[in-house]
């Protein structure tokens, strides 16, 4: 059976309207984005997952699902099972050994305070046309796992 988690992967394009009919979100949870430099909506309601929808369109375009904390942080993290292919992942070599070369690599830098991030082609088991972002921290260890759809807007 899938998971919570699965299900909103799988639905990504869906509108907020339908998730809710899906009962995958609760109704009355979508609000402004709180970073300044967005206008997209967003619903946090789940601890360590942030979903970002298209704010003209209400369509789930990301998710955003924060694994462990980078240097200096003490955000809420996501405790519930990862679908398959995403729980192999728990060191950036992981994800080379079960995904292969990423489509783009960045190393970290330190003075602009960005990690260490892999893009992927997503398994097409989980959406048929979505990007995975790995982010990593000092060590390698994955912290965020970011995806969103090939056209998002956000």
């Known amino acids: 059976m899938k998971g919570q988690l699965e ?3 799988n639905n990504m394009g869906k509108s907020y309207r339908d998730l809710v009919k899906l009962e995958l979100v609760e109704k009355h949870t979508l609000r402004e984005s709180q970073y300044e430099d967005s206008d997209s909506l967003e619903i946090e309601t789940i ?16 998710i955003y699902i924060r694994l462990r904390n980078h240097t200096n942080q003490n955000l809420p993290t996501y405790l519930n099972p990862l679908p398959i292919p995403l729980n192999l992942f728990q060191q950036r070599k992981d994800s080379y050994k079960y995904v292969g070369i990423p489509l783009s690599m960045t190393e970290a830098d330190k003075t602009m305070g960005l990690p260490a991030s892999d893009q992927f082609q997503l398994n097409t088991d989980l959406h048929p046309a979505a990007l995975m972002n790995l982010q990593y921290d000092d060590d390698e260890k994955l912290n965020l796992i970011a995806i969103s759809l090939f056209d998002a807007s956000a």
């Open 47 to 62: 601890p360590g997952l942030e979903l970002v929808f298209d704010p003209i369109a209400q369509r789930l375009e990301s």
């Open 7 to 9: 299900l909103l992967i």
